[in-house]
Each structure stands twice: as structure tokens, then as C-alpha cells.
């Protein structure tokens, strides 16, 4: 599969698997900011993207970030439509207890391309029964 990208701004870095195998592409900063803690802000990357129809781009967290600065994606994963075409946008908050520096050129998040299924919806009067019925939230025990 082939993704079409454009780069909005000359110093945007195309995204990359770090690794054969990788799922994620890593997305990168091209804008300094300084996130404060408990502070979100939407971080551009300056690139757009052309997405083959019946799929998704995931935007998730990098570990590292959040394992040494508590930083995260905050609508993780956010989802890009196959449609939009606009700049792709980063939303990080800062979970820690220090200011976070976000540098251009910053690895700040990865992007996994996923297909999509599109559900018919019917209403209906009821529905087929099961063995776990309406249990939900802690309703199969401890933790």
C-alpha cells in the first residue's frame, strides 16, 4: 500500500518506520513549544496525507516519551480519516510534574495505518442474549 504525503513545511520530516517490521511510522515536531504540566497543546507536523479509501491513520503515544517524561497523545488513539487532507496535528498532554520542551524535529508520536470497516445500522427491539448479557465494568472481578 502507498501513502501520498505533502509536505506543508520545509522542515517537516517525512514520517518512517524506525525498524523493518515497525508498525508505526514515526511523526515528528516542526515547532518549538513548551508544554507545561497538566498543559495540552496541539503540536503541527507539517505534513498532510492521502490515505487509500477504507483505511485509518492511528495516532498513538510514544513509549519512551511517556515512560521518561509522562508525556501522552491525549485523544489516543486519534483517528485521520481516509478524506482529510488538511495538516496532521498532534494533541500531547504533559502528565508529569516538570515543563516538557518540544523540539522541531522531535520524534512526538507514531502513526499506524489500519483498515475500516463501515457498519450498516438497524434498529432494532431487542437484542440476541448472551452469557455475559449487560455486565460490564468490573463485572468480571478485581482489577
Known amino acids: 500500500m502507498k501513502i501520498k504525503i505533502l509536505k506543508l513545511d520545509e522542515s517537516a520530516t517525512i514520517p518512517h518506520y524506525s525498524h523493518p ?6 511523526l515528528f515536531a516542526i515547532a518549538e513549544q513548551t508544554l507545561d504540566p497538566g498543559e495540552a497543546k496541539l503540536i503541527p507536523t507539517g505534513i498532510a496525507i492521502a490515505l487509500p479509501p477504507g483505511t485509518e491513520a492511528q495516532i498513538r503515544p510514544r513509549s519512551g516519551l511517556a515512560l521518561k517524561h509522562s508525556i ?3 485523544n489516543s488513539p486519534g483517528t485521520i480519516d481516509a478524506g482529510y487532507r488538511g495538516e496532521i496535528g498532534i494533541i500531547l498532554i504533559n502528565h508529569g510534574k516538570n515543563p516538557f520542551h518540544v523540539l522541531s524535529g522531535m520524534k512526538i508520536a507514531q502513526m499506524v495505518i489500519a483498515p475500516v470497516l463501515q457498519a450498516e445500522i438497524e434498529t432494532v427491539a431487542n437484542l440476541t442474549t448472551t452469557s455475559r448479557g449487560t455486565g460490564g465494568f468490573g463485572s468480571t472481578g478485581f482489577a
Open 72 to 74: 501522552t497523545v491525549l
Open 21 to 26: 517490521g515497525d508498525a508505526g511510522l514515526d
